[in-house]
Structure formats: C-alpha cells, structure tokens
C-alpha cells in the first residue's frame, strides 16, 4: 500500500480545504484510515480516523472537533478531510495513515502501518 495525499495549499483563517488520500497499489477498504499532522518545532498530533470497511467508528483529536470531517469512500479507494473554519494554529503538513488500531486506539500513530508523504496546510490570518 502507498498512500498519496493531496489538496494542501495556503487558505485564509475561516476557510475550508479538503485533503484526498488515495492508493496506488493494495485495497483500502480494509483498512482503518487516519490524518495526522505535525508542525514546525511541534509533536505529531492526532487529527481524525475511521475505521474500515464501513467506517462505522470515527474519531477526532479535541482541536478539530466540530471543525473537520473525515469520511471514505471504498469504491474510489480513497478518503477525504473536510477542514471548515481553519485556524491559523491548523497550519501543519498532513500525513494520510492506513492501518487496524482497536476502535479505542484510533488516536494512537503506532496502530498504522502505512503513512503518506504528507501535504502541506497553510493558513494565514
């Protein structure tokens, strides 16, 4: 499996991206799919997951709840984050994650095998 995502760019503070996170190689369906991000001088951090096949189970990190949505789609091999009122504290490079964490340990990064390269978010205030 490797993960590609896309659709970072620079956005006003109150506005809305939405990253795409697809595979060139192996089904995603089965696996539970994730975003994490990390800034500059800052730990990785926990932004959203869902868990395979149906997605059934979400989760979110605190600083994005209510804000970001993440959703599947299996048919495209692909899955998405929908970020609305971006913050200028939002701004990170996104790495799209695939892997089986227990609905419980979505949040945790050692659960994923498979991480992507990473897209960048910029918001300017």
């Known amino acids: 499996v490797q993960l590609q995502a896309f659709g970072g760019g620079l956005v006003q503070a109150g506005g809305s991206l939405r990253l795409s996170c697809t595979s060139s190689?192996?089904?995603?369906?089965?696996?539970?799919m994730g975003w994490f991000r990390q800034a500059p001088g800052k730990e990785r951090e926990f932004v959203a997951a869902i868990s395979r096949y149906g997605g059934s189970s979400i989760s979110y990190g605190d600083s994005v709840k209510g804000r970001f949505i993440i959703s599947r789609e299996n048919v495209k091999n692909s899955a998405y984050l929908q970020m609305n009122s971006l913050k200028p504290e939002d701004t990170a490079v996104y790495y799209c994650?695939?892997?089986?964490?227990?609905?419980?340990?979505?949040?945790?990064?050692?659960?994923?095998?498979?991480w992507g390269q990473g897209t960048q978010v910029t918001v300017s205030s």
């Open positions: 994650v695939a892997g089986r964490p227990i609905t419980s340990n979505m949040h945790d990064s050692r659960a994923y095998y498979y």
């Open positions: 190689g192996g089904t995603l369906s089965a696996y539970s």
